[in-house]
């Protein structure tokens, strides 16, 4: 059984930097994909970016590109989200999230393992 767990959320003021983690378990993440979501308040969820396991290929939202960095810590498992440069449009709540398919996209429907979530805030 997969399982997700995120940390590393706050408050923080507009400029500053938080790097997320999620603790990957419950499966070989070899041939898949692990992804960062967020969700504003009333607003859908949406896309961060996105990096294969193994090759580290990565893609990025237009919108962090630049500021936002994601890589993996192949021994422990673990996903993180480097987050420089934050701005009060970054406030959400960062999900990670992976897939049973070999190359899912970037639209939360590809991904069917989710965390529980943690809570960004940028205050300007």
């Known amino acids: 059984q997969v399982q997700l767990v995120e940390s590393g959320g706050g408050l923080v003021q507009a400029g500053d930097s938080l790097r997320l983690s999620c603790i990957a378990s419950g499966r070989t993440f070899d041939s898949y994909y692990m992804a960062w979501f967020r969700q504003a308040p009333g607003k859908e969820r949406e896309f961060v970016a996105r990096i294969r396991w193994i090759g580290s290929t990565t893609v990025y939202a237009d919108s962090v590109k630049g500021r936002f960095t994601i890589s993996r810590d192949y021994p422990k498992n673990t996903l993180y989200l480097q987050m420089d440069s934050l701005k009060p449009d970054d406030t959400g709540v960062y999900y990670c999230?992976?897939?049973?398919?070999?190359?899912?996209?970037?639209?939360?429907?590809?991904?069917?393992?989710w965390g529980q979530g943690t809570q960004v805030a940028v205050s300007s």
């Open positions: 999230a992976t897939s049973d398919s070999l190359r899912p996209g970037t639209v939360p429907e590809d991904y069917g393992y």
